[in-house]
């Protein structure tokens, strides 16, 4: 099996990345904390550098930290129900112990409830550690598309924290300035829309197991030139192994698509047991998540409206079924992994009805797993194998 080059360019970019925080940060240049589903555009337009906490939690994951870290919190009275990412990360501000080095504190805080309602009291709690400002972006929960009243309402919040930032900052937010960071952001967003688009081919020379380690810029970089620079360059590379006829999974024999967060501290093992199988892991709903549409430089702030109210986890199970259902079409997969994942109950709800309902709507077959995103105490390879291995016999792909 021929690995990716880019690979060995994603240590080099987040590193640099990191770096950057650092060097930025001496030279005067203020830390944003933000979430996965905040208007980065804003702060980034403001001159602000910014940190994701959830995405160094699944950093400490995969490298083997998180239980220790997740301790920690747990010693400071908080429950080992709360979110995984929480622990792990509140953990690394507690300890001060990170595989990044060390982490700049911030200079504000903004975080939105588009993913989950756990993460603003995450970034209070974290604001208050740090004695910083809390900017807070409220997204209405839709079953359908945004209505109108909902974008101008996000809009019109969206023009008070671009005022914040710039205040806090020292560096105004024009539309100008704003829209250049929209349109780079929109660039990235397609490039990594192609990327996946590329493991609908047979075989697939690229895979979700790939795709969740090379989320990372599209998470923490989006809006700028290295971001772009760096999808821009797996794109040629992905489209060069399909050129060429090679496969993710040797022998690919299967076909599935996943749904919700990886499992990080199984991460490696489980991508072999489905190369073990000949099953493809071909697409799923974390990744795509940042394949978003609309995002227009024109109108930014109702464009970042419309974006940031629409993401995944701001509906119900009903749109869950439809984003599966074309996703196993698209992907022409006979099968699909629904991760039940104990920290991440806004994304684990109603996993069982979504199954049925996919299943009927597509004729794939479809399998639920229980684990966490980041926490090894409530995962269990053996489980995982014992679910996974009849599952993929049913699809009729063996090891």
């Not at 795709?211 to 290295?226: K, N």
């Amino acid at each position: 099996m021929i690995k990716l080059r880019a690979n060995k360019r994603l240590q080099t970019t987040i590193r640099n990345q990191v770096l950057w925080t650092r060097f930025g940060s001496k030279i005067g240049r203020p830390v944003a904390w933000v979430t996965s589903g905040s208007p980065v555009e804003i702060v980034l337009a403001a001159g602000f550098i910014p940190f994701y906490p959830e995405n160094h939690a699944a950093i400490c994951a995969a490298r083997g930290m998180s239980q220790d870290l997740a301790e920690q919190t747990e010693a400071e009275g908080y429950s080992r129900d709360l979110c995984s990412y929480f622990r792990v990360d509140v953990g690394s501000q507690i300890s001060g112990r990170t595989p990044l080095g060390h982490l700049v504190p911030p200079d504000v805080i903004l975080v939105s409830n588009n993913i989950c309602g756990t993460v603003q009291n995450w970034f209070r709690v974290t604001a208050e550690r740090f004695n910083v400002p809390l900017l807070f972006l409220d997204t209405p929960f839709n079953d359908a598309a945004p209505t109108e009243a909902d974008v101008a309402y996000v809009r019109e919040q969206l023009v008070h924290i671009a005022a914040e930032v710039a205040r806090l900052g020292g560096r105004r937010v024009t539309e100008d300035r704003l829209s250049k960071v929209v349109l780079r952001s929109r660039d990235a967003l397609e490039l990594w829309a192609e990327v996946l688009a590329m493991a609908a081919e047979r075989p697939a020379p690229f895979t979700s197991f790939d795709a969740f380690v090379h989320m990372a810029p599209i998470v923490s970089m989006r809006g700028t030139r290295r971001c772009i620079s760096y999808y821009r360059a797996l794109r040629d590379e992905v489209r060069e192994r399909m050129k060429a006829g090679i496969s993710s999974v040797p022998d690919e024999r299967a076909r599935v698509v996943w749904d919700n967060i990886a499992i990080w501290p199984v991460h490696k093992q489980l991508k072999k047991l489905f190369e073990q199988y000949h099953v493809s892991l071909v697409g799923d709903t974390y990744t795509s998540a940042w394949t978003v549409e609309h995002l227009e430089p024109e109108d930014p702030f109702t464009s970042l409206a419309k974006v940031y109210t629409d993401i995944i986890l701001n509906h119900g199970a009903a749109h869950r079924v439809k984003v599966l259902s074309n996703m196993v079409r698209k992907f022409d997969a006979t099968g699909f992994v629904l991760h039940s994942n104990r920290s991440c109950k806004r994304y684990s709800l109603g996993q069982f009805g979504v199954k049925t309902a996919v299943s009927s709507a597509t004729g794939a077959t479809g399998v639920v797993v229980e684990a966490d995103m980041a926490d090894p105490r409530s995962v269990s390879f053996e489980h995982l194998q014992q679910r996974l291995v009849p599952f993929f016999e049913t699809l009729g792909a063996s090891g």
